[in-house]
């Protein structure tokens, strides 16, 4: 059976997720909600009134939120510092914050568990990260780790997933970065200046990779403690998520079956791949791996 097919007999119902759906309701702070993503290990809630979905909140808009609120510049070393009468993100409602940083306003991607998971693969690929899925009468998530965990443990795709990451193309995405000199507050206004959802942190001295920061370091960032943005983004990491201070990294000679491997034993987002100096030369996302399984994909092809 050839890989198209497998992406045309597979179901979205059969591999999203059968845990009850996590929400929020939209009177809900962004604090509150930040602090429930980082209680259930997730980066998204949908929020629901009533009934209704009204949205997915998704912790890249708190991240673009942080990065561009209202603040003022030091005059001493031109540096953005948060305003007194800012109004955080810990106190906003959720409802007030599904949109920001959004291209497509927030929009739902809503499938039927009926569907086929090539349905999905074109979205997921193109910045899409979860949709909810109709599952006989009960909405269920389905995220691109579901989807990542499918191919890794689906036989019929090792044709794709045997293949070397650069012989798939997938070593040469330009990486963003920024000194350990920066600030976390820095870094996180690169990574949404940019459109990506992570930037590696490297040595100032030697370019070597030292950690990534992304949007899932801001789970558990209460009003509290926004401050702490300010800190030199090593230490923001150290106190909030010691964790990304070690980067999951491969080489482009390794296979993709390898890389699949680390991201969902390790239960991560992406791999960084380096080279024998211990430099970022790549970053490889789900998202980069679900569109080597598009039907526009020339792999499916081959």
């Not at 050839?2 to 702070?29: E, F, M, R, Y």
Request: charged share 20%.
């Amino acid at each position: 059976m050839s890989a198209l097919d497998q992406l045309q007999l597979v179901k979205l119902g059969d591999i999203c997720h059968t845990n009850p759906l996590i929400s929020v309701d939209p009177s809900a702070t962004g604090g509150e909600a930040l602090e429930k993503m980082k209680e259930n290990n997730i980066t998204s809630l949908p929020v629901l009134n009533g009934d209704t979905v009204i949205g997915i909140l998704d912790i890249r808009n708190v991240m673009f939120f942080l990065a561009w609120g209202k603040y003022k510049v030091s005059s001493s070393d031109q540096q953005p510092a948060f305003c007194d009468d800012k109004v955080s993100y810990a106190t906003r409602n959720v409802a007030d914050l599904i949109a920001v940083g959004q291209s497509d306003g927030g929009r739902v991607w809503d499938f039927d568990g009926k569907e086929p998971v090539q349905s999905v693969m074109e979205p997921f690929s193109k910045g899409v990260h979860r949709a909810l899925i109709n599952v006989s009468g009960t909405r269920r998530l389905l995220t691109q780790t579901d989807i990542v965990r499918w191919i890794a443990t689906n036989h019929a795709l090792n044709r794709i997933t045997e293949k070397t990451l650069e012989q798939l193309g997938l070593t040469k995405g330009a990486v963003i970065s920024v000194p350990d000199t920066s600030s976390a507050l820095e870094a996180f206004r690169k990574a949404s200046q940019n459109e990506v959802s992570a930037v590696a942190i490297v040595d100032h001295k030697n370019q070597r990779l030292i950690g990534n920061l992304s949007g899932s370091d801001l789970r558990g960032l209460d009003g509290c403690c926004i401050r702490k943005v300010e800190k030199p983004v090593t230490e923001f990491l150290a106190e909030m998520h010691p964790t990304s201070l070690n980067p999951i990294v491969v080489h482009k000679g390794d296979t993709l079956t390898y890389a699949l491997f680390k991201i969902l034993s390790l239960k991560v987002h992406r791999v960084w791949v380096i080279d024998v100096a211990h430099i970022p030369i790549a970053v490889i996302t789900m998202g980069d791996i679900l569109a080597k399984f598009s039907v526009f994909s020339s792999e499916m092809h081959a």
